[in-house]
């Protein structure tokens, strides 16, 4: 990364409110300055937190991909005095869930006593919601933050019946945990990945991806001593 350290940068941005870019060509430039500069530039909702709880009936556990440094604890949703992030107009957050649904035996999931003095008879049981989402924002001006929750509804789709937006996500996601090796990638490999990045890369953007994934393809077959051939 040489004298440029992005978690830092984003550790400043996020402590004064605002943005960071590297930009390291022409198109980067267009893409934060121009394309991007309307939802950095005009906030519409200020310390924008969000809290999901899973219904225990259908999620044995669960763990959040990304945004190590984004999150709080759990009495801080309610706290209106701890700083969060912001949103500009036009934009979007997307955050995945990995999920080992109940009754499912995992390597990941171990097994602990109930609690003695929980309060088990509840009615959640009886409802087909996967989850409550739940999401507190200010208004630019405000000082009292306002709550919206909505529930899940307990729906299952197959991943090429999902939007081309969340299947994009999924593609990113596979390729962070596949650079850094992740321990979760299960059987993730480059070869599918690029198969299914092809095939919704529909934007100069998404095609610049793709040519990454080759890219750190390439290199990780090198690292191991293979001779591989990239179709360009």
């Not at 830092?8 to 022409?26: R, T, V, W």
């Not at 999150?71 to 992030?85: H, M, P, R, V």
């Not at 306002?146 to 899940?152: D, G």
């Not at 650079?179 to 998404?206: G, M, V, W």
Request: aromatic fraction near 10%; glycine fraction near 6%.
């Amino acid at each position: 990364m040489g004298n440029y350290q992005e978690s830092k940068m984003q550790e400043l941005s996020q402590a004064g409110n605002g943005n960071h870019f590297y930009i390291d060509d022409i198109d980067e430039a267009k893409k934060s300055l121009i394309k991007e500069f309307g939802s950095s530039v005009y906030t519409v909702a200020n310390d924008v937190k969000f809290q999901i709880e899973f219904n225990p009936e259908f999620v044995a556990s669960y763990r959040v991909i990304g945004y190590e440094n984004r999150q709080l604890a759990n009495e801080d949703f309610n706290d209106d005095t701890k700083d969060a992030g912001e949103l500009g107009g036009g934009h979007i957050v997307t955050v995945l869930y990995e999920i080992i649904p109940f009754g499912t035996q995992s390597k990941w999931h171990k097994s602990v006593d109930s609690l003695k003095y929980s309060s088990s008879k509840t009615t959640v049981a009886k409802t087909n919601e996967l989850a409550t989402l739940k999401a507190r924002y200010k208004k630019t001006l405000d000082d009292k933050s306002i709550l919206v929750e909505t529930p899940i509804a307990k729906k299952m789709s197959r991943l090429e019946n999902t939007n081309a937006s969340i299947q994009w996500s999924l593609v990113v996601a596979e390729f962070g945990l596949l650079l850094r090796d992740s321990p979760y990638k299960a059987e993730a490999n480059y070869a599918t990945l690029l198969q299914r990045a092809h095939t919704i890369a529909d934007d100069e953007y998404k095609l610049e991806c793709v040519n990454l994934i080759k890219k750190a393809n390439k290199f990780s077959k090198k690292g191991k001593g293979e001779t591989t051939l990239v179709e360009e």
